[in-house]
């Protein structure tokens, strides 16, 4: 090792990457390999038979896989704009409130607390025909005498399916740009005021830049793990009924698993991690940019 | 005077219709939970019941006794689920920040060729779904032979939580000046000693609040461990909840009862660390 030495930060930053090269990147290196064979678990030896593109060529001819992609490009693009709309709703009313906003915040990070497959399973409970609370409260109320199929018609399922998934996540927005509402100077806001402005320009204008870095940081927190939808389909429908509420991270655990088809399920995989990387990217330039305006002008 | 009165009605007005409108987005946020709690303590008849039974008649622990008094009394072994979520949540936990504050404070203090990118680069490392992930997982650890060990869950919780706990303990050094380490070295402190003494002290409740984040990620993960795990050996709380599914029936009440053991650690870690949590993810929000 003599006459060899590494920097301090490469040396600080080598056991991180050296986990995640071992857990990660050998792995997904793997993984595309296998992409490219018939591999099925239960024959071993098909792992080292080569067929090139034909698996992403099955994939792209499959209407039940490009189903799926829409589905989740929509129901994330559904979720998280009324994430974000909420979120800010949520906040402002939170940042008007004169008493009790340690409660009130406490409050607001409830859902937080709760994990995936946990919220899965609470909605399913809730929005069970038979038993469930919102049923049973729309029957008391007089609004319907049927039970509705809540989970079992496929539209009514996509629906609960994305307000579970509003629910469980609109509090990570709400908390990180309640923190950008009170981090905010109040000069620019009186001085908006005094110049005449309206309070929806004043927060159009003024407000809103300020705060867009960090509804941003939720953005890409948020897209660092999409795929937390995967826990709450998974336990509120699997996929059902008859497919129609299966999304791309569904369709990789079934055919894997249950179809034992790895290599297919690696194929798809690799559709579903580029999917996240382009929205991580995405939202952090977004960042990146929010971050530039504010620094130029504050 | 007439301009006087209307602009104090409409004062009014707006006051009543934030305090209306702020009742009624907790209560939508609290509802489920409130629910889960409620329905865990009452009889299966009464959850049951049509119509619906709104106030319980009667409120028992049945369901939480019949949980930890093992196999075969209708429950499930959900004392081994407890520890072994226990065991892998604190190790991994551990491992990570060790790693995460190494790395953290490179990315801090040091400028370097590349950080950037290989910020970004980190964080892609966590965009990889669980489900995909799991897949070439399952097929490394199965040929080496680590499937439904605590050692194979633990490896695979450690890079999950690298990203983020590096992203979170960076913020948090970034926020204790330089000028504080460096007059410590003028005063003979070596660089080692400038960090123990002055820098880690300052940062640590904003090391411990990405601890309790990592923690709770382990705690509530289930993606990777449904597929990683396989029986009492290793099967961890969020994997052992489908045990109240059978093929066409739920037992609603146990299952409830569960998710509340398993939401009270979670509520009170993450109540301890808001405030910093908060801090740490915004901190390079505005500095850049």
Not at chain 1, 204 to 228: E, G, H, K, Q
Request: proline content about 5%.
């Amino acid at each position: 090792m003599k006459g060899f030495k590494l920097s301090a930060p490469i040396l600080l930053l080598l056991p991180a990457f050296a986990v995640l090269a071992a857990v990660v990147l050998v792995p997904l290196l793997l993984s595309l390999y296998s992409s490219f064979t018939p591999f099925r678990l239960t024959r071993p030896e098909t792992f080292f038979v080569l067929i090139g593109f034909r698996n992403y060529v099955s994939i792209l001819s499959n209407p039940d896989f490009w189903y799926a992609f829409g589905r989740t490009v929509l129901l994330l693009t559904i979720a998280l704009n009324l994430e974000m709309l909420l979120g800010l709703g949520l906040a402002m009313l939170v940042e008007k409130a004169t008493r009790g906003q340690r409660i009130l915040r406490t409050l607001m990070m409830f859902p937080m607390m709760f994990s995936p497959i946990l919220v899965g399973f609470q909605f399913k409970f809730m929005f069970n025909d038979n038993i469930g609370l919102v049923n049973n409260a729309l029957q008391s109320l007089g609004i319907t005498q049927d039970a509705i199929p809540w989970l079992i018609e496929s539209h009514l399922a996509f629906t609960a399916i994305t307000i579970a998934e509003i629910w469980s996540s609109t509090s990570i927005f709400a908390i990180l740009i309640l923190a950008g509402l009170l981090a905010m100077p109040k000069e620019p806001i009186e001085a908006a005021r005094v110049d005449g402005c309206t309070p929806w320009q004043t927060f159009r204008y003024v407000t809103w830049p300020f705060v867009m870095p960090f509804a941003y940081i939720a953005m890409t927190i948020r897209s660092l793990d999409v795929a937390r939808a995967y826990d709450i389909v998974k336990i509120m429908t699997d996929g059902g009924p008859a497919g129609r509420t299966e999304l791309l991270w569904t369709l990789v655990g079934r055919t894997a698993y249950s179809d034992a088809r790895m290599g297919l399920a690696n194929a798809m995989a690799y559709f579903s991690i580029l999917l996240s990387i382009a929205f991580t990217v995405y939202f952090y330039n977004k960042l990146a940019a929010a971050r530039a305006q504010i620094g130029a002008e504050w | 005077m007439d301009e006087n009165a209307s602009a104090r009605l409409t004062r009014r007005a707006l006051t009543v219709a934030h305090r209306v409108g702020l009742f009624l987005a907790m209560l939508l946020i609290c509802l489920p939970g409130i629910w889960i709690v409620l329905s865990s303590l009452r009889p299966t008849v009464e959850i049951m019941a049509k119509p619906p039974v709104w106030i319980p008649q009667q409120l028992s622990f049945d369901a939480y006794i019949a949980m930890f008094s093992g196999i075969g009394k209708g429950g499930i072994p959900v004392l081994d689920y407890f520890r072994n979520s226990l065991i892998i949540s604190v190790s991994s936990t551990l491992i990570a920040v060790a790693i995460g504050m190494a790395g953290g404070y490179a990315f801090a203090r040091y400028r370097f060729r590349g950080k950037s990118g290989m910020f970004l680069g980190l964080m892609l490392t966590r965009t990889v779904p669980g489900i995909a992930m799991s897949l070439p997982l399952f097929f490394v650890y199965a040929r080496l032979g680590i499937i439904d060990t605590h050692f194979g869950m633990i490896l695979a919780y450690v890079a999950l939580n690298i990203p983020f706990t590096i992203w979170l303990i960076d913020g948090f050094f970034r926020q204790v000046p330089k000028d504080l380490a460096e007059a410590a070295q003028i005063d003979g402190c070596t660089r080692w000693q400038a960090f123990w003494q002055v820098e880690f002290p300052l940062a640590r409740p904003g090391i411990a609040s990405a601890a309790i984040f990592a923690f709770l990620t382990c705690w509530n993960e289930f993606a990777l461990a449904s597929q990683l795990t396989r029986s009492v050996n290793s099967k961890t709380l969020p994997v052992g909840l489908l045990d109240y599914t059978a093929e066409f029936t739920i037992d609603w009440r146990g299952m409830c009862a569960l998710a509340v053991v398993m939401i009270i650690p979670a509520l009170t870690l993450t109540y301890i660390v808001q405030k910093h949590l908060v801090g740490g993810l915004t901190s390079g929000a505005v500095k850049g």
